[in-house]
């Protein structure tokens, strides 16, 4: 079965700081995703790799960037973390186009 | 633009009732949808997708290019299916447009 490992189920955070939520896929996936998921919101996509070291912006990039360097492994990084900050994140990866996603267990985030 | 909207954010029905979760989609391209749930304490996954023409758990939905409209059914509702459920859209090769969700609680 496809595994997509977050590594961090809950991460408390304070203003101001860089924080790193790492995500490791075992399936060779190609492509990978972070999103944010927010009650009301729904999920909205912050950004996405099709390759290593290749990344595009999502829907909600600011305040966010990405690392992809070595294919199963895809590094979300908050420069300055922002009390808006706070919020459900969810790593996906995807085997190719049109393919479904698979998703991780999610890291809960709190910046206090 | 492309949009996904689920018009409930809650949805209540007893056991063994009927339940249908609406989805309608805005997309200029040939529509590619998908279903995701969310049982609780458990990770999102892929319920079914439109071009599979399958039944997963009892659910199914239909394309309707007409009514631009993906809604999710099943024709008697178990607790276990409470859970939240997210309408998905492939925009492109590789992203997906998610809805808003719908929280589906089954009352005993």
């Known amino acids: 079965d496809v595994k997509v490992t977050q590594s961090s189920r809950y991460l408390v955070k304070r203003t101001g700081e860089k924080v790193f939520l790492e995500c490791v896929q075992d399936m060779d996936h190609e492509n990978m995703f972070w999103y944010r998921q927010d009650p009301g919101l729904g999920l909205r996509l912050i950004y996405f790799?099709?390759?290593?070291?290749?990344?595009e912006k999502g829907d909600i990039p600011e305040g966010y960037s990405v690392s992809r360097e070595k294919k199963e492994r895809f590094s979300l990084i908050l420069e300055s973390a922002s009390t808006n900050q706070t919020s459900m994140y969810l790593c996906?990866?995807?085997?190719?186009?049109?393919?479904?996603?698979?998703f991780g267990d999610g890291t809960r985030l709190s910046i206090l | 633009a492309q949009r996904v909207t689920q018009p409930e954010k809650l949805l209540s029905v007893f056991k063994g009732a009927p339940v249908e979760l609406k989805c309608n989609y805005s997309?200029?391209?040939?529509?590619?949808l998908f279903w995701y749930v969310q049982y609780s304490r458990q990770r999102l996954q892929l319920l079914l997708r439109?071009?599979s023409r399958e039944s997963i758990k009892g659910f199914t939905a239909d394309l309707n290019k007409g009514e631009t409209s993906f809604h999710l059914k099943k024709p008697f509702a178990q607790e276990e299916d409470s859970a939240m459920y997210y309408c998905a859209l492939s925009v492109g090769a590789q992203k997906l447009v998610f809805g808003q969700g719908t929280r589906l609680t089954i009352n005993p």
């Open positions: 790799s099709y390759d290593v070291k290749m990344k």
């Open positions: 996906a990866g995807q085997t190719g186009g049109n393919q479904p996603q698979h």
């Open positions: 997309y200029s391209g040939s529509p590619e």
């Open positions: 439109h071009i």
